[in-house]
């Protein structure tokens, strides 16, 4: 039996985010997050490349044509839905998920989710690290790790 355990190196990764302008307020603190987590871990700053979209809906395919350019190992998905009064979070929610997890497994490319999907400004601000973890840092830090399981996957089945 072999276990495949990903280190987190982002030693020689190029990663692209993208990252919704609508509550910029959070997703800023989220991008910051994943920024300094990706530099953390080895990642050169020249190394990462933001997309800025107008909202979460529109990410999916912006992630689509940043990997299509064959530029990143992975890309990072980074937006903020609250919950309003309509159905249209509903929608926006359903779309970006499904859209995300479509283009990941299309591509054969990894995608973090980081797109919050909230009831309440205050928990967004919360999980955007006003108050405590960041889902950005988070999601840059699941990405290398996913990488790294990845590489390890395929060295094997070469050998």
């Known amino acids: 039996m072999t276990t495949f355990n990903g280190k987190i190196n982002g030693n020689g990764l190029k990663i692209g985010i993208a990252v919704a302008r609508f509550n910029a307020f959070v997703t800023q603190q989220?991008?910051?997050?994943?920024?300094?987590s990706l530099v953390q871990h080895g990642v050169n700053e020249t190394d990462i490349d933001v997309a800025w979209v107008p909202g979460a809906f529109e990410i999916p395919l912006t992630v689509q044509k940043m990997i299509t350019t064959k530029r990143y190992d992975g890309v990072i998905a980074l937006g903020a839905v609250i919950r309003g009064a309509t159905a249209h979070f509903d929608?926006?929610?359903?779309?970006?998920?499904?859209?995300?997890?479509?283009?990941?497994?299309?591509?054969?490319?990894?995608?973090?989710?980081?797109v919050l999907t909230t009831d309440t400004i205050e928990q967004a601000m919360d999980r955007a690290g006003f108050k405590s973890g960041n889902k950005g840092a988070d999601c840059a830090v699941s990405l290398l790790e996913t990488l790294d399981v990845q590489r390890a996957i395929l060295k094997a089945d070469l050998a």
Do not use: H, K
Not at 30 to 36: D, K, P
Not at 92 to 105: E, F, H, K, N, Q
């Open 91 to 114: 929608y926006v929610c359903s779309g970006v998920t499904t859209g995300i997890a479509t283009v990941s497994l299309a591509t054969d490319t990894p995608i973090m989710f980081g």
């Open 30 to 36: 989220l991008l910051t997050g994943a920024q300094e």
